[in-house]
């Protein structure tokens, strides 16, 4: 088991969670920080944030997610939060439309930007990724000084980090979240897990994801062999196994706090993450 210190990866709201299906995900700017705010007294280092319209849906308008960072830096430990945007291929394969967000600047702008490494299926919808769109989008972000927050669902997916890797548009000390439990893609089972994770390179920094009821499997998995966990309302909305219980996003990092605690493993700092992570981005 590893014991130096962990990660928290915090996705609090996604594409698909509404307040009809819970009324604990965040959606509105405000919930959004008041969300920030509580997870960063919690230890939180990493935000995979995303933006809603007011009816809910997923925004992609740059401006908004502009302010929500600028407003997150406001807040105490903000300045030392790793902040992740989207770069979904979910709501529009294009490249144009998902590259807008890597313009933001100054005060606006991203630590990290999500890059899905290949198409998959979700249980009712799809993300497009083609291969030449993959490489645009590392391109942009390693000309933009953004690191590339690399989500891999499977093999295939990791094998092109490789390529990435090998092809110069992924460098220096690279990150990813290695979802299991996608209808499609690697499962939450512990072979499935420990060889994905087996063939994970050195300078490959990875925390683990269940998605729906494989959350706090996954989790108890990147505690126990990974650098760390992704956890949040955007991959699984319950508590308990039952589902009898709706989660807050609070409660799931309370209790990642807990089972590391437990588990006799410390929690890194933010600014040891982010001289992990950035120290040899670009500051442009």
């Not at 130096?4 to 996604?14: E, F, N, Q, R």
């Not at 009712?124 to 645009?136: F, G, T």
């Not at 990813?176 to 420990?194: E, R, V, Y």
């Not at 309302?233 to 799931?252: H, M």
């Amino acid at each position: 088991m590893i014991t130096k210190p962990y990660i928290i990866s915090l996705a609090p709201t996604g594409i698909i969670p509404t307040k009809a299906q819970t009324p604990h995900v965040p959606v509105s700017q405000s919930e959004i920080l008041d969300t920030v705010a509580e997870c960063l007294e919690l230890g939180v280092q990493m935000f995979h944030l995303h933006t809603r319209t007011p009816e809910q849906t997923h925004n992609s308008d740059p401006q908004q997610y502009g302010r929500l960072i600028e407003a997150i830096r406001t807040l105490p430990g903000g300045q030392q939060a790793i902040l992740c945007v989207t770069t979904s291929g979910r709501q529009n394969p294009s490249f144009e439309e998902r590259a807008r967000i890597l313009d933001l600047d100054g005060d606006m702008k991203p630590d990290m930007a999500s890059l899905t490494l290949s198409s998959l299926n979700f249980q009712r919808s799809a993300s497009i990724n083609e291969p030449d769109v993959i490489r645009q989008l590392a391109a942009r972000m390693q000309e933009r000084g953004i690191k590339p927050e690399l989500e891999i669902f499977d093999f295939g997916m990791l094998n092109m980090a490789r390529v990435l890797m090998d092809e110069g548009l992924v460098d220096g000390h690279a990150y990813a979240n290695l979802l299991f439990g996608n209808i499609s893609s690697a499962q939450c089972t512990p072979l499935q897990m420990a060889t994905l994770l087996r063939e994970v390179p050195d300078n490959l920094t990875c925390c683990i994801a269940g998605l729906g009821r494989f959350q706090l499997q996954a989790n108890l998995f990147g505690l126990m062999f990974a650098d760390g966990v992704r956890v949040g309302l955007e991959d699984n909305i319950w508590y308990d196994q039952q589902r009898s219980q709706l989660a807050t996003n609070v409660n799931l990092v309370k209790r990642i706090r807990q089972l590391g605690e437990q588990l006799e493993r410390p929690l890194m700092s933010s600014q040891a993450l982010r001289d992990r992570l950035l120290s040899d981005s670009s500051t442009l």
